[in-house]
């Protein structure tokens, strides 16, 4: 009987290969410890989200479109205000003065 090796470098486990990129990597991995001004992730979009959700499983579900969408541009403003960083209520103060643009000076 005649065995056929396999050619090439052996393939790695998903958990040797998430190793072998965090020692490669390992500057910019841990760079938030270093550098206070970048955050631990990277991941914006998914806090975003993530409030929607939350207040999809708290509700059960938005009663109509329009409020879903209201709900939506009052945490669009919020979120660029604290990426402004503006504090929310002062944002949200500013809003009701008809100053709403001061999260874009």
Same mark, same amino acid.
């Given at each position: 009987?005649?065995?056929?090796?396999?050619? =090439?470098? !052996?393939? !790695?486990?998903?958990?040797?290969?998430?190793? #072998?990129?965090?020692?490669?990597?390992?500057?910019?991995?841990?760079? $938030?410890?270093?550098?206070?001004?970048?955050?631990?992730?990277?991941?914006?979009?998914?806090? #975003?989200?993530?409030?929607? !959700?939350?207040?999809? !499983?708290?509700? =059960?579900?938005?009663?109509?479109?329009? =409020?879903?969408?209201?709900?939506?541009?009052?945490m669009s403003y919020i979120g660029t205000a604290h990426k402004h960083g503006i504090n929310a209520f002062t944002a949200i103060r500013e809003a009701l003065l008809g100053n709403s #643009?001061?999260? $874009?000076?």
């Amino acid at each position: 009987e005649v065995t056929t090796k396999k050619r =090439g470098r !052996k393939k !790695k486990t998903k958990v040797l290969n998430l190793i #072998d990129r965090l020692v490669n990597y390992k500057a910019s991995v841990c760079l $938030f410890i270093k550098n206070l001004c970048v955050p631990f992730d990277n991941n914006l979009a998914e806090r #975003d989200l993530r409030m929607i !959700k939350v207040k999809t !499983k708290v509700s =059960g579900c938005f009663r109509s479109e329009e =409020g879903a969408q209201e709900y939506l541009t009052i945490m669009s403003y919020i979120g660029t205000a604290h990426k402004h960083g503006i504090n929310a209520f002062t944002a949200i103060r500013e809003a009701l003065l008809g100053n709403s #643009d001061i999260i $874009f000076n």
